[in-house]
């Protein structure tokens, strides 16, 4: 069995729930994580407006208020004609999980959060992602470079599986961001559907481990 965590690093509730995620993975680190991309608005090219802008600083302050994490207001409003596209940061997500296999991909996902939220950097942009993706594995201590991230996330290839992880997500069922599952021998079970603490996680996850464990003997 292991946990399997469907999200977007530029989805806020996923920023808000990453904490709590990896508080949870640390009480079972006898489940492994899987991290599948779901792309909240892969492709998009409309540039956000003023509107725009001030729906997505009211659901900030929400998930502010639930999880404490700091976010960059100032930074996202003086941004111009800036285009809403989550594919090239979940891109950078497959990118790292490609050159470094064995790291700990929940990191790296945090660390792009961060960066744009906490640090009001521009995840759009291929080279931004490729050094903060570079920076989490090098913390990690794997031998990489931002131009070897580079290199992967320019890929087609790699274009060609985020793609495919967008499809993955959808035949999971899961229609909203975040959402954690757990992956069992006989499928998938729900262990949040949506921003939850650590706590509820813990909870919920314990009970489908006793029921599994229940129906087994």
Not at 29 to 42: C, K, M
Not at 169 to 176: D, F, M, P, W
Request: hydrophobic share 45%.
């Amino acid at each position: 069995m292991k946990l399997v965590f469907v999200g977007d690093p530029m989805c806020s509730w996923c920023y808000g729930f990453g904490k709590e995620l990896s508080a949870l993975t640390d009480m079972h680190p006898e489940l492994a994580l899987d991290i599948v991309v779901g792309g909240v608005r892969a492709g998009a090219t409309d540039i956000l407006d003023e509107e725009g802008k001030q729906f997505r600083l009211a659901h900030w302050g929400r998930v502010e208020a639930s999880s404490g994490l700091p976010f960059n207001r100032a930074a996202f409003q003086a941004r111009e004609n800036f285009v809403y596209d989550t594919e090239p940061v979940c891109r950078a997500v497959v990118s790292a999980r490609k050159v470094a296999p064995q790291a700990d991909l929940l990191k790296v996902f945090r660390a792009l959060q961060s960066a744009f939220y906490a640090e009001g950097r521009d995840t759009t942009d291929g080279r931004v992602l490729s050094e903060v993706a570079a920076s989490s594995l090098q913390e990690q201590g794997h031998a990489v470079d931002a131009d070897a991230v580079h290199a992967v996330w320019k890929d087609a290839d790699t274009i060609a599986e985020t793609n495919a992880e967008f499809r993955h997500a959808r035949a999971l069922g899961v229609r909203s961001f975040p959402a954690l599952l757990l992956e069992t021998p006989e499928g998938h079970e729900v262990v949040s559907s949506g921003y939850a603490r650590a706590a509820d996680l813990e909870r919920q996850l314990d009970m489908l481990l006793k029921r599994r464990g229940a129906s087994a003997a």
